[in-house]
């Protein structure tokens, strides 16, 4: 079970002959896994808060940049609406 972490309980329990429920049972109890939130993620490396940092950085550039862009101050002239 644990060398195949992406397939689903009812996968393993057909594959394995045992009924869901106890699939399932092996999963919570005995390997201490909840299927909602099983995730296979990989792991974070120094450099990655540093990047993660730096696009945060300018994100903010460019929301301060566009601030005036994405406003809700709307200019009517007749039967138009121009937004600045």
Not at 9 to 33: C, P, V
């Given at each position: 079970?644990?060398?195949?972490?992406?397939?689903?309980?009812?996968?393993?329990?057909?594959?394995?002959?045992?009924?869901?429920?106890?699939?399932?049972?092996?999963?919570?109890?005995?390997?201490?896994?909840?299927?909602?939130?099983?995730a296979?993620?990989?792991?974070?490396?120094?450099?990655?808060?540093?990047?993660?940092?730096?696009?945060?950085?300018e994100?903010?550039?460019?929301?301060?940049?566009?601030?005036?862009?994405?406003?809700?101050n709307?200019?009517?002239?007749?039967?138009?609406?121009?937004?600045?």
């Amino acid at each position: 079970m644990l060398s195949s972490l992406s397939r689903s309980a009812r996968q393993h329990s057909s594959e394995l002959g045992f009924t869901k429920r106890s699939a399932r049972r092996i999963w919570n109890l005995d390997l201490q896994f909840h299927p909602y939130i099983l995730a296979v993620v990989q792991q974070l490396k120094p450099v990655d808060y540093a990047q993660s940092l730096n696009f945060a950085h300018e994100m903010e550039k460019i929301r301060k940049r566009l601030q005036n862009f994405f406003s809700n101050n709307g200019h009517h002239m007749g039967d138009v609406v121009f937004h600045s």
